[in-house]
């Protein structure tokens, strides 16, 4: 009796399967996939972009602000280094990676 049941279970089982291509499996974790990439790839890589073209245009005299929220004045540029100016006139060796922008976007009045 129980046998019965089992493959009358099997049999409905297989019949459901065979109506669909295997490939439709896949379709959700495509549409994941393509979600995630818009949402979170994609932004990030081109905030990372800005970064690098601003490092790269940072020139002596530029008013910029660190990740950690040190605010300074470009005074030397190395390959890896750059040396900020603080008020007081006091000089801190930062690494260029650790540089988060433009200290003039910080307080620019927003836009209405």
Same mark, same amino acid.
């Given at each position: 009796?129980? /046998?019965?049941?089992?493959?009358?279970?099997?049999?409905?089982?297989?019949?459901?399967?065979?109506?669909?291509?295997?490939?439709?499996?896949? +379709?959700?974790?495509?549409?994941?996939?393509?979600?995630? %990439?818009?949402?979170?790839? #994609?932004?990030?890589?081109? #905030?990372? =972009?800005?970064?690098?073209?601003?490092?790269?245009?940072?020139?002596?005299? /530029?008013?910029? %602000?660190?990740?950690?929220?040190?605010?300074?004045?470009?005074?030397?540029?190395? =390959?890896? +280094?750059?040396?900020? =100016?603080?008020?007081?006139?006091?000089?801190?060796? +930062?690494?260029?990676?650790?540089?988060?922008?433009?200290?003039?976007?910080?307080?620019?009045?927003?836009?209405?």
């Amino acid at each position: 009796m129980f /046998d019965l049941l089992i493959s009358s279970a099997h049999a409905q089982g297989a019949t459901a399967g065979a109506a669909q291509p295997a490939w439709v499996s896949f +379709v959700p974790f495509v549409l994941i996939f393509l979600v995630m %990439y818009f949402l979170m790839i #994609r932004p990030q890589k081109k #905030r990372m =972009e800005e970064e690098e073209a601003f490092l790269t245009k940072l020139s002596h005299g /530029d008013e910029i %602000y660190t990740k950690s929220g040190i605010l300074g004045k470009v005074t030397g540029i190395a =390959e890896k +280094v750059v040396t900020l =100016e603080l008020e007081g006139g006091s000089k801190m060796k +930062v690494l260029k990676s650790h540089i988060g922008g433009s200290a003039t976007t910080l307080f620019a009045e927003p836009k209405k």
